[in-house]
């Protein structure tokens, strides 16, 4: 099983498309994806994964080993069989391009497409822009609050699994970080890669000196010290006076890691060894267990800290691990749905927001209403694959992350809070108010 098998699904998915293919329902069908609230203590988050939901969308087939195992579950008849063996997506979408803030009830996508198609591609759909929005969403919040500082994605191994690893990447990475220590990040993605030592690689040296130099002279243009395995700031000595025969040999000292105990006070200590050695260009990089809130800290006590790698929390979005998303049926055979479940209702119908500045260009308030209903403001989703085709050009990763900094900084300062942020102004058109109405007025 790979992540481009059409059998990553739920099978309710099956089931259903069985259902349709019988009763013959294979009429356009509109459905959007949106997220019904914020996580406590967010204000905004931020679109991601559309780059891996149009490559899944372009690839959507079933193999004919799939459709073997299909038929030996004995719970699909031969004609149903015969119709995924032939299946493809051949639909539109629209999307926020990736980067995008965005708020509650406003779709950031809308799946245009034969019924059947629409619907099997819901679960890997949601799955994939689920996660890196979850992600790109929690790098954002550090990224704003240490915008001047070195951020690296450090949570590889505390991911759920490669594909996550390696998309938390991509998603920091879009989100204003500055690199990952994913080494495949690096061939996949063309994200710069960041790597230090570990302990271990201390502790194999039967003196802390001898490990420093055998590493700076095994990467001699990246020379960061992690000082910590033993006694914080002797290692930092250490370092200071082994720089000068380093320099006599052409290799500089890049920086120096922390990884434990009170990062501020240990900052500061070194700084104060290393600018005292002769070291004041010499950096600070610190890691372990850093999120946005230790990140707010560090900088409010003005610890002389350069950079961080940032990684549990981060990878797991570990104070909000999910996002309280939905992809669900608007407009079918040309007539608008709505679901009105306790709690779970929907807006229906095709539908565009649009977003309103201040005269100094930070957001507003946004607009969510009928597709082709007149409306000021910007249009936010736009068409990125039609016929099954995508739409070129599509933007780089380099692109999107200038995108999503510029969006980031249109944020009113209010919404830039960790914690008791107010609610953004989205406005539901009374075009859109009055479709619910009718619709709930024509069905039972």
């Not at 209702?345 to 607009?367: E, I, L």
């Not at 736009?382 to 099954?388: D, N, P, Y």
């Amino acid at each position: 099983m790979t992540e481009n098998s059409a059998l990553l699904t739920d099978m309710y998915q099956l089931t259903m498309l069985q259902g349709y293919y019988e009763q013959g329902m294979e009429e356009t069908a509109v459905f959007e994806f949106f997220v019904r609230k914020l996580p406590e203590n967010r204000g905004y988050l931020v679109a991601a994964g559309l780059e891996q939901l149009l490559a899944y969308l372009e690839r959507l087939r079933f193999a004919p080993e799939e459709i073997e195992w299909l038929a030996d579950t004995r719970r699909f008849k031969p004609a149903v069989l015969d119709r995924l063996a032939v299946l493809s997506f051949t639909g539109d979408v629209h999307a926020m391009p990736e980067g995008t803030v965005f708020f509650p009830n406003e779709p950031i996508l809308r799946i245009t497409a034969p019924l059947p198609e629409a619907q099997l591609i819901e679960s890997r759909l949601i799955n994939l822009l689920h996660f890196q929005t979850l992600i790109a969403s929690k790098a954002a919040r550090s990224v704003l609050t240490a915008e001047d500082k070195l951020l690296v994605d450090f949570g590889m191994r505390r991911a759920h699994g490669s594909e996550a690893a390696l998309l938390a990447a991509r998603a920091s990475y879009l989100a204003g970080f500055d690199g990952s220590a994913t080494v495949s990040a690096g061939l996949s993605f063309g994200i710069p890669v960041y790597g230090t030592m570990a302990h271990s690689f201390v502790q194999t040296h039967s003196q802390e000196s001898q490990a420093f130099v055998h590493f700076a002279l095994a990467n001699p243009d990246n020379v960061v010290l992690l000082i910590d395995t033993y006694d914080t700031e002797k290692g930092a000595q250490k370092v200071v006076d082994l720089a000068p025969s380093l320099l006599e040999q052409g290799i500089q000292i890049k920086g120096v890691r922390l990884d434990s105990g009170d990062l501020a006070d240990h900052a500061r200590k070194v700084r104060t060894i290393l600018d005292r050695g002769g070291l004041q260009d010499t950096t600070i990089f610190a890691s372990g267990s850093i999120d946005e809130y230790k990140l707010d800290n560090l900088i409010t006590r003005n610890a002389p800290i350069d950079g961080f790698g940032i990684g549990t929390h981060l990878d797991t979005s570990a104070d909000a691990p999910y996002l309280d998303g939905a992809y669900k049926l608007q407009e079918y055979a040309g007539i608008a749905r709505r679901k009105r479940s306790e709690g779970k209702a929907t807006w229906p119908g095709r539908k565009q927001v649009y977003r309103h500045y201040n005269a100094s260009g930070v957001m507003s308030f946004d607009t969510v209403t009928l597709a082709d209903a007149p409306c000021s403001g910007q249009p936010l989703l736009q068409t990125v694959m039609h016929g099954g085709t995508v739409v070129p050009p599509r933007p780089k990763l380099i692109e999107i992350r200038d995108y999503t900094r510029d969006q980031l900084h249109g944020l009113p300062a209010a919404l830039r809070k960790l914690s008791d942020t107010p609610d953004y102004p989205v406005i539901i058109s009374s075009e859109l108010q009055a479709l619910a109405n009718k619709v709930d007025e024509q069905t039972t």
